[in-house]
């Protein structure tokens, strides 16, 4: 296996900025050696919402901070944190290739995406189309829309489970050339 980290260095930015691609081979595997499920089963379900196994760094900080938060509260142990500690939105700007005020933090990827689907301004005659196996969240949000006159669209699954591109390829070819899609 190796990791592929995209990003983009500050140095390097150009109006629309450059992708450089690095191979990271060593980083992936102190990453993975540092997992305790993957080195007793080879396996690792990334898709857990952020509930799989984590790294013993990430594990250890965790458990600093929360003795943290034990022994001062829960604001004092982060005041103190964000004080000694490094900013998380600078952090993602520059792994991102981007400025810190560019970056969004929220408490789950539910809520950041709920956040950036309110701000779209959907207008009567746009167009949904999601499949059977959406996520609840996601839905709740476009049946919303669809009370606004959005025209949501579910389409179906393949027998196997994997979506049916075939159908979105068919309700697209269908929309009106005036209409807008998501």
Known sequence: LRAIRRFQHPNERKEHGEVTE????????????????????????????????????VFDAMTQFLSKERDVGGYE????????????????????????DEIA????????????????????????FCWASEYAGNAVAFVQAAKKGVKLQVLPMRSDGVVDIESLEKALESMPSSSRSL
């Not at 080879?42 to 760094?57: D, F, K, R, T």
């Not at 933090?105 to 009567?124: D, G, H, I, N």
């Open 22 to 57: 690095v191979t990271a081979p060593e980083e992936f595997e102190s990453w993975r050696r540092g997992i305790k499920s993957w080195d007793q089963g080879g396996w690792l379900h990334l898709n857990a919402a952020g509930a799989s196994p984590c790294s013993q760094e």
């Open 77 to 100: 142990a982060e005041a103190q944190y964000v004080k000694h500690g490094r900013d998380a939105r600078q952090a993602a700007a520059e792994l991102l290739g981007c400025d810190a």
């Open 105 to 128: 933090l929220t408490e789950s990827a539910q809520s950041a995406w709920a956040k950036a689907f309110a701000c779209l301004a959907f207008r009567p005659g746009d167009h949904i």
